[in-house]
RNA sequence: GGUCGGUUGGCCGAGUGGCUAGGCAGAGGUCUGCAAAACCUUGUACGGCGGUUCGAAUCCGCCACCGACCUCCA
């Protein structure tokens, strides 16, 4: 019956068993958002991926030490010393401070989080506050001969490092010949040796704010240092898994495993995890292609191409229909859809408080309960496939309504109607990470306004004055409260 | 051009060599004074052409189409 937790490596292509370092210990690190802009949706999906599979590991029981960074250092637009400092920028358009920048941000990428319902990563280490770490490993890589000074600037020397037996390009599936040819060699203008080598450091322009005292003169760190500084820092030289979007594999990704070995000597990562993209119409939402939509946005509906908003948790659910590996798209039918299957997930969790066992056991029903329970660790462990799993708790919630519909009586044994409570919650609200949106903070005030209303309704019933009792109900659909006839008398919901 | 991935029923979306996820929509039903909501039941599928196999949507080959990455992006 327990099967043991598979996840895809990207290193390996191929699904490998996990067995962490030094269970139960796990170390997990994920690339943060750069902090120069309001997070889009794309990095909420990818974030959303993240959170499932730390709660996950930490429903299997593992201590998870869960790191991701916030990139507030400003780099530039690419490698080759072109390109513009994104935080910089945005701060003279907003004519604020870069660190009022930055601050405003994380500010605002921390409420995101939390209205998605995220939990925090145990340690949030920002680029800016391991300078003097990633000077280290600069010089480090200097030392080791994989890395050289030029003008100023530090850039890794991929030739060097390829000449030593390594791989730079084994994660993307890239050659180095063959990237060689796609780059231009700029006629001996460019401060790098080849094309191909990326800056560890690069000296600060006159006009450029954000500047830091190094070895080789005022300037400030490449981009893809930050994360072999803080994952080795936090996490170890070898650490279990790295996670990030699909977008960073090259050159990301690449650099930063290039950065480790040369610094390390040894291989940073046991499982590398990359997360696809989100689509909105079917078309990748992104920054640069200027169709992204902002979480708020689609919250409040307050976008051209939305009919309304959206709850969190409906989003929520929609970006965990689908696998984390594969695409998923935005779409009003499928926000549509997802709506209306969170409810039907809640509605359930609410019924089963209500079920008792009926003493009579149906062993049809028996197995099949087990069964169900049974396959929400099965699948899950299964490359965390949460599609699956949403798949199997609709499975339970049809079940549990059957329970319901019959009197709140369940046919089978008490313990396993108990083991069905708790799975189905623990996957629902702790793996999962849904919540039920519906205020509860009045709930006693307003049940028992509800029940006043509607005896007076059931009054008028009774009499059938269906004028009064119709007019009532039309008053509260107004008020987002729907009432149910039913066969034991009149229940409300909130919309 | 290089690397990788995808093509599943009206739509979305999993998946495995044989036992045909799931959701939404559609159809039928239960409930109701009528509704609404909810619930129950239910049909339609695996891009094309070959091959391997007792058997392939699932493995292999070719073709077509789509997409991502190769510049910054989660």
Known sequence: ???RLQIYNSLTRQKEVFEPLNPPFVGLYVCGPTVYNDVHLGNVRTFTSFDMIYRYLVYLGYKVRYVRNIT??????NDRGEGVNRIESQSQLEQLEPMEIVQKYTVGFHDVC?????HRPTIEPT???????????AKTLINNGYAYESNGSVYFDVHAYNAANHQYGKLSGRNVDELMAGYRDLDGQDEKRHSIDFALWKKASPQHIMRWPSPWGEGFPGWHLECSVMSTKYLGKTFDIHGGGMDLKFPHHECEIAQNIGACETEPVRYWMHTNMLNFNGQKMSKSLGNSILPLELITGNHPLLDKGYSPMTVRLLFLQSHYSSESDITLKGLQDAEKGLRKLMNASNYLTSLVASGEIQEEKETAIQQLIGNCKEVMDDDFNTSKLIANLYEMASQINIFYNDGKKSPIHHETLETLRTTYNDFVFDVLGLLDEN?????ETLDKVMHLVMDIRKSARENKDWGTSDKIRDALKDAKISLKDG???????IE
């Open 487 to 493: 066969k034991e008398g009149t229940t409300y919901e």
């Open 439 to 443: 205020d509860n903070s009045n709930k």
């Open 127 to 137: 680029a800016t506050g391991h300078i003097v770490e990633q000077i280290e490993m």
């Open 114 to 118: 939390r209205l998605f319902n995220m």
């Open 1 to 3: 019956m327990s099967t």
């Open 72 to 77: 507030d250092a400003g780099h530039l637009t």
